[in-house]
T-cell receptor
Framework: AQSVTQPDIHITVSEGASLELRCNYS??????LFWYVQSPGQGLQLLLK??????LVQGIKGFEAEFKRSQSSFNLRKPSVHWSDAAEYFC????????????FGKGTRLSVIA | GAVVSQHPSRVICKSGTSVKIECRSL??????MFWYRQFPKQSLMLMAT?????????EQGVEKDKFLINHASLTLSTLTVTSAHPEDSSFYIC???????????FGDGTRLSIL
């Protein structure tokens, strides 16, 4: 069965510092991987996705993620965090089929301090 | 890019009322839409998969008579919370994919508060 683990429930970083949010997945085939961000009271916004090809993918808002098959990981990174990045971040894994919903991790809450 | 519109964004109503939430794909057709429920500070819990022209597929533990789903067209799915009670208060989010190799796009969610 597919599963996604986000080991960190809550992370606090200083504004301007670098960020890495961890994501590990369990999946029987080549996964489709996603990172979403959710601000309080809002829906989810897609940050980036990996389907195939280059294992380092660039997303919106200066985020990037690297797919490492050997480690079953898809960690999200940003070199310099802004206060507006404070939000909940969800990693998700899916299949090619449009009828199958994504499987989400439990999320990591990011707090940014001055 | 693909846009999913959800309405209303917030509902406050009395216990016993039925509430309908709409989910529309604005610039693409979605044969499948997904309904999630999210409790405070928790992840999304899939409630059901909505299939255009057929019955929805409910996840284990979700009462299909309580949460009625209708997917009458390729751009609209509705979730009706029947005879809502305070324990139904939650954040409900819909989602759709605009192709087999595309990500899920989410609506902005509906905050349901039952008094």
């Amino acid at each position: 069965a597919q599963s996604v683990t986000q080991p960190d429930i809550h992370i606090t970083v200083s504004e301007g510092a670098s960020l890495e949010l961890r994501c590990n997945y369990s999946y029987g085939a080549t996964p489709y991987l996603f990172w979403y961000v959710q601000s309080p009271g809002q829906g989810l916004q897609l940050l980036l996705k990996y389907f195939s090809g280059d294992t380092l993918v660039q997303g919106i808002k200066g985020f990037e993620a690297e797919f490492k098959r050997s480690q079953s990981s898809f960690n999200l990174r940003k070199p310099s965090v802004h206060w507006s990045d404070a939000a909940e971040y969800f990693c998700a894994v899916g299949t090619y089929s449009g009828n199958t919903p994504l499987v989400f991790g439990k999320g990591t809450r990011l707090s940014v301090i001055a | 890019g693909a846009v999913v519109s959800q309405h209303p964004s917030r509902v406050i109503c009395k216990s016993g009322t039925s509430v309908k939430i709409e989910c529309r794909s604005l610039d693409f057709q979605a044969t499948t839409m997904f309904w999630y429920r999210q409790f405070p500070k928790q992840s999304l819990m899939l409630m059901a998969t909505s299939n255009e022209g057929s019955k929805a597929t409910y996840e284990q533990g979700v009462e299909k008579d309580k949460f009625l789903i209708n997917h009458a067209s390729l751009t609209l799915s509705t979730l009706t919370v029947t005879s809502a009670h305070p324990e139904d208060s939650s954040f409900y989010i819909c989602s759709a994919r605009d192709g087999a190799d595309q990500p899920q796009h989410f609506g902005d969610g509906t905050r349901l508060s039952i008094l």
